[in-house]
Nanobody
Framework: QVQLVESGGGLVQPGGSLRLSCAAS????????MGWYRQAPGKQRELVAT???????NYADSVKGRFTISRDNAKNTVYLQMNSLKPEDTAVYYC??????????????WGRGTQVTVSS
């Protein structure tokens, strides 16, 4: 059984920083792509950033230059460093991982989400 657990969310003032973490646990053979998605009230879930096993990254235009995604393969963990936060960044942030659990095939898994609130 695979579990993704997000942490690091909270309340921060505009211009502040926050670092999210997502740790994957279980009988994981390998993790291909890990990423962060977010969903604000009344809006659809959207991609924030992804990172492949080769550490190629992709960012939503709205966060480029402000957010940085990284991963620690030894810890099966992905991070999202969020700087210069804006009120519009307020959302529940979800971790996603495309991985293999022995003896299965690649499959997408989701975390339960962590709330990020940017407000004065």
């Amino acid at each position: 059984q695979v579990q993704l657990v997000e942490s690091g969310g909270g309340l921060v003032q505009p211009g502040g920083s926050l670092r999210l973490s997502c740790a994957a646990s279980g009988s994981i053979v390998s993790i291909y792509t890990m990423g962060w998605y977010r969903q604000a009230p009344g809006k659809q879930r959207e991609l924030v950033a992804t990172i492949t096993s080769g550490r190629n990254t992709n960012y939503a235009d709205s966060v480029k230059g402000r957010f940085t995604i990284s991963r620690d393969n030894a810890k099966n963990t992905v991070y999202l460093q969020m700087n210069s936060l804006k009120p519009e960044d307020t959302a529940v942030y979800y971790c996603n991982a495309d991985l293999i659990v022995f003896p299965s095939v690649p499959h997408d898994y989701w975390g339960r989400g962590t709330q990020v609130t940017v407000s004065s």
